[in-house]
């Protein structure tokens, strides 16, 4: 980590013995010399640190330390990362082949590449069983990101110096949306990049997906005032009610 690189990818890891390889497995194919790698663990009882040990040869940083959960992990690998721009992914998560080999190459081709301030693009949402639920991500337009969170957060690339250095890390009083907190700060100002391109794959049944992530939506927007009181209520039940269904329709695969 003596040079600056391209990419910097974070994981933050507690207990994740059990889908963690395979998360490495799909990142080891693509990582090349222009792609950092980071693993925040906080502080694992089961075979986490023994995967980590295990693959070093791709881990460029790790540390094993109790933490605040999972924004608060990430604040410390931005703190330690050398990249221009941050990806993170869960340890139960998967990137797509050749995910970031388009990463690199549209960095590179496109002009004023560091001008934005965020890139994203779509995940895919799989059952227990893996197949696709349902396509995740769009342009987060501030139309769509005022009422909730567009961009499949997962694998999309925050641009280091534009965000974090411009507008902070993640507040830690929220704990399972603080990334949709972080972009919402931005407000329109904004600027993104969106390729309709799949790069990620997830598995249902994660905390972003849950009741308590849409009750963390509704605050997040009362606090930056994106919409109306009443508009904000009127968005929580749908939500809320959008969730129960998709729930209801898919049991199976839940």
Request: proline residues 2%; contains cysteine.
């Amino acid at each position: 980590m003596s040079s600056n690189k391209t990419i910097s990818i974070i994981i933050a890891t507690y207990n994740a013995g059990k889908t963690l390889q395979q998360c490495l497995n799909s990142i080891a194919s693509q990582k090349s010399k222009e792609i950092e790698l980071l693993i925040i663990d906080g502080q694992s009882t089961d075979n986490t640190l023994d995967i980590i040990s295990s693959n070093k040869s791709i881990i460029d940083f790790h540390i094993s330390e109790p933490d605040k959960g999972i924004y608060d992990a990430w604040n410390k690998g931005i703190k330690k990362a050398t990249g221009e721009w941050i990806m993170f992914v869960g340890a139960d998560d998967m990137l797509l082949p050749g995910a970031l080999t388009q990463y690199i190459n549209l960095i590179n081709t496109t002009p004023e590449i560091n001008t934005y301030d965020y890139i994203c693009a779509n995940n895919e949402f799989i059952g227990e069983d893996g197949k696709i639920l349902r396509i995740m991500g769009e342009a987060p337009s501030w139309n769509k990101m005022k009422r909730y969170m567009a961009a499949a957060h997962v694998a999309s690339l925050h641009n280091k110096k534009n965000l974090f250095e411009k507008i902070g890390l993640y507040n830690l009083n929220f704990k399972i949306c603080a990334d949709y907190e972080l972009l919402i700060r931005k407000g329109n100002k904004l600027k993104y990049l969106f390729q309709p391109i799949h790069i990620a794959r997830m598995k249902v049944g994660g905390m972003s997906f849950s009741t308590k992530a849409i009750i963390e939506t509704y605050f997040i927007r009362k606090e930056h005032h994106s919409v109306s009181s009443l508009f904000n209520l009127l968005l929580f039940l749908r939500d809320w009610l959008g969730f129960k269904i998709f729930t209801l329709r898919n049991i199976r695969n839940i």
